[in-house]
């Protein structure tokens, strides 16, 4: 196709609603702009194709010969493109919300709200990703991600979730006769960490110390990191949140607690959102809004 000899889309689109309306007023209205406007873009297919389209000889305008072809062709051509569209926009919008997150985070916090957005919302579908890997978000894929930190990743936006500074945590079983407490005393310890994450070890080496080789440490999945912990298998480096009830209760001992203000974010591609991502977001900062 030569794009070149192509009318404009705007003059092609005013001459298809005066087609199917018969009066620029009516063709106006269905294109959202003045019945000036429509008459104006006809004028400019006229000449653009150097054909009369329009009779304009009667009391109103009404299609030439060659204007009933072109309305014919464009009749066709529209309406397979809406057709398509119509297509396209319904099995995006039935695509499930694709959400990256850590399992530690759905497992400590977002699972037991989801009965509450499913009874809220029954319509929208959710595919919980749960894995620690950073992935790309882009159209038709995943539609936002999870994830702790400052915030200051590059080429997406971040919204601050949940604000809530990495801690020290082991069982008062695994501490009992070991003081006092410090990084050294605690590299000699089991260590658990969840699968693909560095935080313990990136804690003890700004604490200047390293695994002691003989210690232990365990990669597992973030769900099953906590209960771990809490039967006194390891000591962890986790978000302060998902083990707060467990220090009040005296299951685990704070041992020490990051000074930064870091927490877990939303994040979004540069890209148009849809529907059901946009309502999920919506529900996330309301969850955060009633702690």
């Known amino acids: 196709m030569n794009w070149m000899d192509m009318p404009p889309l705007a003059a092609l689109r005013a001459f298809s609603a005066f087609a199917e309306t018969g009066n620029v007023v009516q063709a106006g209205a269905?294109?959202?702009?003045?019945?000036?406007?429509?008459?104006?873009q006809l004028r400019a297919l006229e000449k653009h194709l150097d054909l009369a389209l329009l009779d304009r000889s009667g009391k109103s305008m009404t299609l030439t010969a060659e204007g009933k072809v072109l309305a014919r062709a464009l009749h066709l051509g529209f309406g397979a493109i809406g057709a398509a569209v119509t297509d396209l926009k319904r099995a995006t919008e039935d695509r499930p919300v694709h959400v990256s997150l850590t399992a530690s985070?759905?497992?400590?916090?977002?699972?037991?709200?989801?009965?509450?957005?499913?009874?809220?919302?029954?319509?929208?579908?959710?595919?919980?990703d749960p894995s620690p890997r950073?992935?790309?978000?882009?159209p038709g894929g995943v539609d936002l991600a999870i994830r702790y930190g400052a915030g200051d990743w590059p080429d997406v936006t971040a919204e601050l979730l949940l604000q809530s500074p990495i801690v020290i945590v082991a069982a008062p079983s695994?501490?009992?006769?070991?003081?006092?407490?410090?990084?050294?005393a605690l590299s000699r310890l089991p260590w658990l960490e969840e699968f693909g994450t560095t935080e313990a070890t990136q804690w003890l080496a700004r604490h200047g110390v390293d695994h002691s080789p003989g210690a232990g440490r365990i990669a597992l999945p973030g769900n099953l990191l906590l209960e771990g912990v809490r039967a006194g298998q390891g000591v962890t480096a986790t978000v302060r949140h998902f083990v707060e009830a467990d220090i009040i209760a005296g299951r685990l001992v704070e041992l020490f607690r990051e000074p930064d203000g870091r927490g877990y974010?939303?994040?979004?591609?540069?890209?148009?959102l849809r529907p059901g991502v946009k309502i999920f977001i919506r529900w996330l900062r309301r969850q955060a809004g009633k702690m």
């Open 265 to 272: 974010h939303i994040v979004t591609g540069n890209m148009p």
């Open 134 to 138: 950073l992935v790309d978000l882009h």
């Open 30 to 40: 269905s294109l959202n702009v003045s019945h000036a406007a429509i008459s104006q």
């Open 174 to 184: 695994l501490l009992t006769g070991r003081a006092p407490v410090t990084p050294k």
């Open 105 to 128: 985070f759905a497992a400590s916090w977002l699972m037991p709200r989801l009965p509450a957005f499913q009874a809220e919302h029954p319509g929208i579908h959710l595919a919980l």
